[in-house]
């Protein structure tokens, strides 16, 4: 993990600017997921940083861009800190819009210093950003795209930098909607033409990133930073639904139930549970997240099969508090995921004193090396062997060591290295 020669020969930025369109793209939206905390992340650091600080959000109807104070008034809501003001009128007629995201962006208005539209992007730029501006991206979407590069390129000096989580959808299309493959390798095109720098979350995600950029033409000087790991927000049992019994042992699986993360495993796992063990020595199986795409084969099994009557337990929307104190007290997290780009919460598990379950990824080695329990996908009997020995063990036997004491990666690591050449 580090740099690439040469790499850290970059100037310091005249200023930064950062693209928050991920995290005002999530308002109204439920928790954040892992993306949505690398960019919180980022934005918490930068406000600390003397360096001159901008911030630009992308919006369907327009661009906005604030300055430092801005940016922090806009962090106070984000987080929580600060309620959302009252929508204008012109957002209040756009009827097909959640609330809170018609709040949000008359706020981002209000709070903003210019607003463009896709063509006055660079203008805007010109008239607002400093010479030797270093635009960051940490979001991944369709908002990290060629025509904002080619806007803070117009500023002199202006440079490109891009985090790069993973390269799942060009590895692994099948897993993805048509819209989003092709719209994740455009993303790519666009960083292998015109970024000066890739974040690359681990030496993983950059072989990847660099055998496609190859393909494309250009490979950009790279970096591989290992994300911060941060203790949860305070587990709070009383936020969890009350028909789920916590007295009896059970396990969480938690993320987008999507292809990918491979929620067919367990239950395939929990119905052969149910068909051959006494009830009473069936743990249960809390799935955590909403529902997403290509999978509705799954959906009619959580729908309709019988086994989630009795033992496993759907839950969507949860707020950080309760799902914290649903993997402290569960016997282990499951992360039968098929890819990782990084893989938040088995660290998160750790540092709740909970061991995980886990595929036998490249990724998770990389970063966690022996602190979680590793079964590959393929071996359904390994992941039950161990699924039951962890649920007939003593509550506590098998806890985890605590994060600290297994030297999880650290903010202060990631950004000791990022803010050397951005």
């Known amino acids: ?55 630009l959000v992308q919006t369907r109807f327009f661009n906005a861009l604030l300055d430092r104070d801005g940016t922090r008034a806009l962090a106070a809501r984000l987080f929580g800190e600060m309620r959302w003001g009252r929508p204008s009128l012109a957002m209040r007629l756009r009827r097909k819009m959640k609330p809170a995201q018609r709040a949000a962006e008359s706020d981002v208005r209000r709070l903003s210093i210019a607003v463009s539209r896709k063509s006055g992007l660079a203008a805007m730029f010109g008239r607002h950003l400093p010479k030797g501006t270093a635009y960051i991206a940490v979001g991944q979407g369709k908002a990290v795209h060629e025509g904002v590069f080619d806007a803070i390129k117009a500023v002199e000096r202006g440079r490109v930098h891009v985090l790069l989580h993973d ?35 681990s030496d993983a ?8 950029f190859e393909a494309m033409g250009r490979v950009p000087p790279m970096i591989s930073a290992h994300l911060g790991i941060d203790m949860p927000r305070e587990p709070d049992a009383t936020h969890i639904p009350a028909r789920f019994d916590l007295s009896r042992p059970y396990f969480v699986v938690l993320g987008t139930i999507e292809p990918r993360k491979n929620h067919a ?15 009473g020595e069936i743990p249960k199986l809390a799935i955590v997240g909403q529902r997403g795409w290509m999978n509705e ?22 707020d950080d508090r309760a799902v914290a104190a649903l993997i402290q007290g569960a016997r282990a997290l499951l992360m039968p ?11 998160e598990a750790l540092l709740l004193g909970t061991p995980a379950i886990v595929n036998d990824l490249d990724i998770y080695r990389e970063v966690f090396g022996n602190n979680l329990i590793y ?31 297994i030297g999880l990666p650290t903010w202060q690591e990631h950004f000791n290295l990022v803010l050397k050449v951005t």
């Not at 367990?266 to 149910?274: N, S």
């Not at 084969?297 to 949860?318: C, K, N, Q, T, Y």
């Not at 649920?391 to 985890?400: I, P, R």
């Open 297 to 318: 084969a799954l959906f009619e099994r959580l729908d309709a099969s019988p086994v989630m009557e009795r033992h496993v337990f759907e839950f969507s929307g949860l």
């Open 1 to 55: 993990m580090g740099m690439e020669p040469g790499v850290s020969s970059f100037e310091r930025p005249a200023a930064r600017l950062l693209d928050l369109t991920r995290l005002m793209s999530r308002v109204g939206n439920g928790p954040h997921t892992g993306i949505d905390r690398v960019e919180a992340a980022y934005l918490r650091r930068f406000l600390d940083e003397p360096e001159p600080l901008f911030a």
């Open 205 to 212: 995600t950059r072989q990847s990133a660099e055998r496609h």
């Open 337 to 347: 995921s098929f890819a990782e780009g990084f893989g938040l919460p088995p660290g």
């Open 265 to 279: 495993l367990l239950l395939d796992i929990w119905e052969r549970f149910d068909q051959t063990l006494p009830a």
């Open 375 to 405: 079964a590959r996908v393929s071996d359904m009997y390994s992941w039950s062997e161990a699924i039951l020995r962890l649920s007939q063990a003593e509550k506590n036997q098998h806890k985890a060591a605590v994060g600290a004491d």
């Open 167 to 201: 390269t799942i959808p060009l590895d692994h299309p099948d897993y993805m909607t048509p819209r989003s493959a092709s719209a994740h390798a455009q993303m790519m095109r666009a960083i292998s033409a015109k970024a000066d720098l890739v974040i690359c979350n």
